[in-house]
């Protein structure tokens, strides 16, 4: 039974450049979360994916969008990168419920940008 | 005041010895409370989850919550070198009507350190 799964691992950009960060669930799992780490601090809530659809969103700017396919899986867009940007992104799935949701990290995505 | 505060690190305690790693949240209708370790480099893995007032053990780990306070804890026995990690604390948003969407707020985490 796969977890879930991030792409890539690693990645440097410049300042000003796109990125598409992707995640496959959980097996069994229909939503997708992201989340921004900077060192030395928590994870913070991007958005959250449903149906295709963004079901919530934290208090990131439109630079930060993302997509949900059929299959569940999803991609992260980046635009307009800046230097506190980088960060590991991490990509959680679960599945829908009422009251008690676990949520299951993917390895994550470190992005540094120059 | 943030909405998840975890007791300031770093956490050193000797191998065998207990941990303790503490977490206050703000919003009294949270539902659902999770612990995550976070070894360096690495994503968080979920370790206990609670959902109820009181405690909740499995194996070394011991978490409890009290919703009265708006605290939650998680005890560490016979700690080792392994433990060594970041320990965040994480509540999920409830939606009226019930439905959690799943949101998590992390506190800022609590490195602890378990030395021989």
């Known amino acids: 039974d796969a977890g879930v799964t991030q792409s890539p691992t690693h990645l440097i950009k410049t300042r000003g450049q796109q990125v598409t960060l992707r995640c496959s669930p959980k097996?069994?799992?229909?939503?997708v979360s992201w989340y921004q780490q900077a060192l030395g601090q928590g994870p913070q809530f991007i958005f959250q994916?449903?149906?295709?659809?963004?079901?919530q969103r934290g208090n990131f700017p439109d630079r930060f969008s993302g997509h949900q396919f059929p299959n569940y899986s999803s991609e992260l867009n980046v635009n307009a990168l800046l230097l506190g940007d980088s960060a590991l992104y991490l990509c959680a799935s679960s599945s829908p419920g009422r009251g008690r949701v676990t949520q299951y990290f993917g390895p994550g995505t470190r992005l540094t940008v120059l | 005041q943030k909405e998840v505060e975890q007791n300031s690190g770093p956490l050193s305690v000797p191998e065998g010895a207990i941990a303790s790693l503490n977490c206050t949240y703000s919003?009294?209708?949270?539902?659902?409370f999770f612990w995550y370790r976070q070894y360096s480099g690495k994503s968080p893995e979920l370790i206990m989850s609670i959902y109820s007032n009181g405690d909740k053990e499995d194996g070394r780990f011991t978490a409890q919550l009290n919703k009265a306070s708006q605290y939650v804890s998680l005890l560490i026995r016979d700690s080792q070198p392994s433990d060594s990690a970041t320990y965040l604390c994480?509540?999920?948003?409830?939606?009226?009507?019930?439905?959690?969407?799943?949101?998590?707020?992390f506190g800022q985490g609590t490195i602890l350190t378990v030395h021989p």
């Open positions: 919003d009294r209708v949270s539902q659902s």
């Open positions: 994916y449903y149906e295709e659809e963004e079901r």
């Open positions: 994480a509540v999920n948003d409830k939606k009226v009507g019930g439905t959690s969407y799943g949101k998590l707020t």
């Open positions: 097996s069994g799992h229909d939503t």
